[in-house]
């Protein structure tokens, strides 16, 4: 079968197409016929070795979101039917429950092989049921990026009705975010560089935007918009640079969730104002079965989409990747098979 691999070596250069065996279903398991995938920034750390020593030896099949169609079933699969389409989850190893290292231990694409591949097999509990009305690009996007913004949001933020929550950017997890917060009927807040970007998300529900590069302060910005006590949740997806901002957005009592560092990892900020003003500062990895599954009901009963800004050929990965380090995307992007 064909596969889109990192082989040989941890560099870009020895991202490379090739071939392996077609995988067989087992028992307790079942084998996807890959339609359709998603890129994440992850992704581009995966060849140069970004997650050290616990990554699985070479070679490595790429990627961690993707979907796809049961075509066989192990001996002992009686929760799954062959035409089945359905959702390779990120983690394998965490079905329920908090975080533990051990449910932490096996993300697709990483400690084991992802999704860029023609065929996969996996254990039926490490599959779910991708909602219906979702084409099968749309549905790729939902493993990784979807279940990040959801955890975020409903598991651990528990956003209500009349909330306030302030989303940084417009890539892949921001604008699940942007959705799943109007679809939880709170106020949001979108922040870019971009007044293209930001008119998009005024389309898809944003109540107030702010261009961060026009307005460097934009944290004291965000304040102001809500009348002064500051935001009740952040989507926080900068790190370094970004943190210092959310923390002057956030009201007392507020919830930063920390998703991504693409601005960079050491934190360089004022601990104070997390202690004096009793900010909840919670680290963000994806989610468990139960978080995919409480996700795609929402979607489901409220019609959602997710939003696929650009798609590319199976042979065209690396092409992907260059464009997904640029920055331009909105929303996701992905691979059709």
């Known amino acids: 079968m064909k596969v889109f691999q990192v082989e040989d070596a941890w560099t870009m250069a020895n ?13 307790g398991q079942v084998r996807l016929r890959m339609t359709a995938a998603a890129l994440n920034a992850r992704d581009r750390l995966i060849p140069v070795r970004g997650y050290g020593a616990r990554m699985k030896a070479l070679p490595l099949i790429m990627l961690c979101d993707g979907v796809g169609v049961i075509d066989q079933l192990g001996a002992g699969v009686n929760d799954s039917r062959v035409g089945d389409r359905v959702c390779p989850l990120f983690y394998q190893s965490w079905q329920s429950g908090p975080p533990t290292p051990g449910r932490l231990a096996h993300s697709l694409g990483c400690e084991i092989d992802g999704t860029m591949a023609e065929w996969m097999v996996l254990p039926a509990g490490g599959v779910m049921p991708a909602p219906a009305h979702l084409s099968d690009l749309e549905a790729a996007t939902l493993p990784t990026a979807g279940v990040t913004a959801w955890r975020a949001l409903v ?108 601005s ?52 065209e990965l690396p092409a992907a990747l260059d464009y997904l380090g640029t920055g331009q995307h909105f929303g996701k992007l992905c691979i059709r098979y």
Do not use: C
């Not at 409220?302 to 939003?307: C, D, E, T, Y």
């Open 15 to 27: 991202l490379r197409l090739g071939v392996q065996p077609e995988p067989q279903a087992g028992p």
């Open 155 to 262: 598991t651990e933020g528990r956003v209500s009705a009349g909330d306030t929550v302030l989303v940084q950017g417009t890539g892949g997890v921001s604008v699940f975010a942007l959705q799943f917060a109007k679809l939880l009927g709170a106020f949001v807040i979108v922040t870019s560089s971009s007044d293209a970007k930001l008119a998009r998300a005024r389309e898809l529900g944003a109540d107030a935007v702010i261009n961060y590069r026009t307005t460097p302060e934009w944290g004291r910005q965000a304040r102001a918009i809500v009348g002064g006590d500051g935001v009740d949740h952040v989507v926080e997806v900068g790190g370094q640079a970004t943190l210092p901002q959310s923390l002057r957005a956030i009201r007392p009592g507020g919830t930063i969730s920390l998703i991504g560092v693409l």
């Open 264 to 315: 960079g990892s050491t934190l360089d900020v004022n601990l104070g104002l997390v202690v004096t003003r009793h900010v909840r500062l919670q680290g963000i990895t994806v989610g468990n079965r139960d978080d995919f599954g409480a996700m795609t009901r929402a979607i489901a009963f409220s019609g959602l989409h997710p939003v696929v800004d650009r798609v590319w050929a199976f042979e």
